[in-house]
Nanobody, 122 residues
Framework: VQLQASGGGLAQAGGSLRLSCVVS????????MGWFRQAPGKEREFLAT????????YYADSVKGRFTISRDNAKNTVYLQMNSLKPEDTAVYYC????????????????WGQGTQVTVSS
């Protein structure tokens, strides 16, 4: 399974960015998808997860109400819409995929993308 994240860049505080992650090599609709981030000197942080159908989502408190995860199974793509960005959102953002059942929690993922840098200026 290969995951390719894109859409990162520079944004101003209060602005928006949309990240995309294209998945290949496995039937996309069978994968639970998630987004994570890692800021310099910090541990990787779980952000959001979405079920196979896209009908169920779960967010970390730090992004709830600002970020939205979604997926398009016809395009093998998962998205992360990020609104009301803050300087503390600056990090490398990663998409991840896992097999098995979806749960509303941060769990172990099987496959990871290469990351895309998001920088938010004040």
């Amino acid at each position: 399974v290969q995951l390719q994240a894109s859409g990162g860049g520079l944004a101003q505080a209060g602005g928006s960015l949309r990240l995309s992650c294209v998945v290949s090599g496995r039937t996309f609709s069978n994968n639970i998808m998630g987004w994570f981030r890692q800021a310099p000197g910090k541990e990787r942080e779980f952000l959001a997860t979405i079920s196979w159908s896209g009908g169920a989502t779960y967010y970390a408190d730090s992004v709830k109400g600002r970020f939205t995860i979604s997926r398009d199974n016809a395009k093998n793509t998962v998205y992360l819409q990020m609104n009301s960005l803050k300087p503390e959102d600056t990090a490398v953002y990663y998409c991840a995929a896992k097999r098995g059942a979806w749960v509303p929690a941060n769990v172990r993922y099987d496959y990871w993308g290469q990351g895309t840098q998001v920088t938010v200026s004040s």
